[in-house]
C-alpha cells in the first residue's frame, strides 16, 4: 500500500490540544475529507496513522509530521486542499510527499528539533545575556529524572543540546533558538531546558512560549526535514 509523508502545523489555539485529541481531529478530517486511508485488520481496526514525536500540550509547531498508508493514490495536492477544508483552524497541512519503498518510519529517523524560546525575566538585572552564554558554555548540565522503576536519578543533558543558534536579550525579551535532541535514542524536552536554565542562573522567566520550528533526520553533520530525506 502507498504511504505518504505529510507536514502540518499546530498554531494558535490548536496549541492547547493534546496529542490524543490532536489524532482525532485528523482522523475526523481524513473521514469528512474522503481519504482512502489503510485500516488494520481485525476486531477493533482503526486507521494507519502513524505521527512524530509528541508536542506537550501548549507548545505550538510549524512543522509537525505523520506517515499515512492509504488503500489507493491520491495526488498530492488535492489531498492537501482536502485535509485543510476539514481540519480545525491551526491546524494545516503544507505538504505532502509519498515515501519510497521500505522507507523508514519518522520514529526511526527523527532524532532532533528546532525550537525558538521566548520569555521575560520577571527582574531584570545587570549581565543577564552573558549569564545565559554562561549557561550554555557549561560542561554540564543535570537534571532529575524518574525511570520507569520509579527510581529517581541525575541525567546530563548537556550532550542532548545539539546547538545554540541564537541568544538574544532585548527590551521585549529573551530569545533563544535552540537545536534538542528528539526521539527514543536520546530526548529532551525543552521544557526541562527552561527548568534547568532558570534553576542554574536564578533568572525566574514570565510569559515564557515555545514553539517548535522543525523535527530533523541527521546525516553526516546536518540537519534535513523527513520529507527531505526519506531512504
Not at 473521514?31 to 485488520?41: D, H, N
Not at 518510519?105 to 532524532?111: F, P, Q, W
Not at 525550537?115 to 558554555?137: H, M, N, S
Not at 536554565?197 to 522543525?214: A, M, P, S, W
Request: charged fraction near 25%.
Amino acid at each position: 500500500m502507498p504511504v505518504i509523508r505529510i507536514e502540518f502545523t499546530k498554531e494558535g489555539n490548536a496549541k492547547y490540544i493534546s496529542h490524543l485529541d490532536l489524532i482525532r481531529a485528523i482522523q475526523r478530517a481524513v473521514r469528512r475529507a474522503g481519504v482512502p486511508v489503510e485500516y488494520s485488520k481485525g476486531f477493533n481496526p482503526h486507521s494507519k496513522i502513524a505521527y512524530g514525536p509528541a508536542l506537550a500540550v501548549g507548545i505550538s509547531s510549524s512543522a509537525e509530521y505523520l506517515d499515512m498508508s492509504l488503500e489507493s493514490p491520491v495526488e498530492e495536492t488535492g489531498l492537501v486542499e482536502r485535509l485543510n477544508s476539514s481540519l480545525p483552524a491551526g491546524i494545516r497541512v503544507t505538504a505532502a510527499k509519498y515515501l519510497p519503498d521500505g522507507a523508514p518510519s519518522l520514529n526511526a529517523v527523527i532524532g532532533a528539533a528546532a525550537y525558538r524560546i521566548t520569555g521575560r525575566p520577571a527582574v531584570w538585572t545587570q549581565g543577564l545575556e552573558q549569564k545565559l552564554r554562561d549557561f550554555f558554555e557549561k560542561e554540564s548540565i543535570f537534571i532529575e529524572r524518574t525511570d520507569k522503576k520509579g527510581r529517581k536519578k541525575q541525567v546530563d543533558i548537556k550532550p542532548m543540546i545539539a546547538e545554540i543558534q541564537k541568544v538574544l536579550v532585548t527590551d521585549g525579551g529573551v530569545l533563544l533558538d535552540v537545536v534538542l535532541d528528539t526521539g527514543s535514542r536520546s530526548n529532551l524536552k525543552p521544557t526541562d531546558l527552561v527548568e534547568a536554565l532558570e534553576r542554574d542562573t536564578d533568572i525566574q522567566f514570565q510569559d515564557v512560549c515555545i514553539h517548535r520550528k522543525g523535527l530533523f533526520v541527521k546525516r553526516g553533520g546536518r540537519y534535513f526535514s523527513p520529507l527531505e530525506l526519506m531512504n
